[in-house]
């Protein structure tokens, strides 16, 4: 059995609710998948989700696999593909980074309220970031200024990762919001 049927199988397990299949799939492609997408998206906080997000499709859209079309590889690394691609589209839309320079000296010793502290009092980004929730806001902040991935900022912040990655999504997406 080559590798991509041992792929397809445990993607048709899947769709039968096997959750240790995609545990599985994890553990085989997770690290192949995170190299690609960073191939795509440059970053490695970019890339993680992209993988995570790519297994959670897996897992709801599994049943539409069909191996008459393709291999299961060839099928997980379209999804991957396909969501790092988004991901890099949502990026060039709208991307902090300039905005957020100020943080660039930031100590590691400085909480969200230093950081917000730290942006100019009449910009816009202020404004939005003062509309979020404060656990969002300061999930944002600590992420930019300290360059923190999804995983240290959980571990910082004493999270779960897909609560914090929520965090981060939903607060983005109500800056996007804000400053357009």
Known sequence: MTEADAISLLIEACAGGDDQALAQLHQREGGRMIGVA????KRRTLAEEAMQDSFVLVWRHASRFDRSLGNGRTWLYA???HRSLEILRK???FDLTDDMAVFEGASDADDAETLMEKLDGASRLRSCLARLEPKRRAAILLSFAHGLSHGELAERL???LGTLKSWIRRGMQNL???LQ
């Open 176 to 178: 996007k919001e804000c």
């Open 158 to 160: 004493r999270l779960p």
């Open 38 to 41: 960073l191939r795509i998206l």
């Open 91 to 93: 990026e060039s839309r």
């Open 79 to 81: 999804i991957l593909r």
